[in-house]
């Protein structure tokens, strides 16, 4: 099956990702499996339904994974409040796939493996001179996890997290190592936010902006009535604008 076809057939799909089912998950390279007990999600307030755990380390032992388990999900930084990236049989932790894969200056991107922390990527890029347009609300989110579910915008001017990707690669139910680019695949806009529904996504390639510094306002107990009558004006006051109520 081709990319493309894939991507169509896979539009049905909502949620975790669900491979079709096989006999056993034994890879065919030993992967790194920790069942103690089960995880939690980092409020712990939800309690993943396995603790049947694997910890890949390359592409390889991911595609591995996918194509010899009966049902698998995909853990991003775990910091969901609800069941998506849960499964009564495996979970895949991307806790070792996080590294830089490549800074490209002339063009102002950087690759990196799904994931990497906001946090990690953030120190690396402000070294060099580089930044994220826009950065999750917490520096231990990862980017794969945040991407896949939209989160999230901050002002009138910044689009959320996957705006600022240009290329995504992912690993579909067949094994194949899927790579598609904002510049050259229709497809692409659809597999970016994908709630997990195609696959592991193993490599993101993101737009940067120059380094800049920030400095932070709060303000406290602002009337209702006040937001109401000037949302926009408030939500376009700053570069990023949140509201906590």
Known sequence: ?????????????VGTAIFHPILSCTPKKPVETITPERLKN???????STANVHYPKTAEEVRDLVIKCDHLSVLGSRHSFNRIAD?????????HLNKVISLDR????????????????????????????NL?????ISVAGTIATATHG????????????????????????VTLS?????????????????????????DLVPTFEVAQVVYLDMPMESLKDNFKE????????????
């Open 87 to 95: 499964s009564t049989e495996n979970l895949i932790s991307f806790q």
């Open 106 to 133: 002339e063009k102002s991107q950087v690759t990196v493996e799904g994931g990497i922390k906001y946090g990690d990527l953030s120190a690396y890029l402000h070294e060099n001179g580089f930044a994220l347009h």
């Open 42 to 48: 980092w409020a712990e307030n939800f309690e993943f």
């Open 234 to 245: 408030i939500m376009g006051a700053g570069y990023s604008v949140s509201l906590f109520i």
């Open 154 to 177: 901050s002002g009138l001017g910044n689009g959320n997290l996957s705006t600022s990707v240009a290329a995504i690669e992912f690993i579909n139910a067949s094994g194949e190592l």
């Open 1 to 13: 099956m081709d990319k493309r076809t894939f991507i169509k057939n896979s539009s049905l799909l």
């Open 182 to 206: 904002r510049d050259t695949d229709p497809e692409f806009y659809g597999a970016v936010v994908a709630l997990g529904g195609l696959g592991p996504v193993t490599k993101v390639t993101l």
């Open 136 to 140: 999750a609300s917490l520096p231990h």
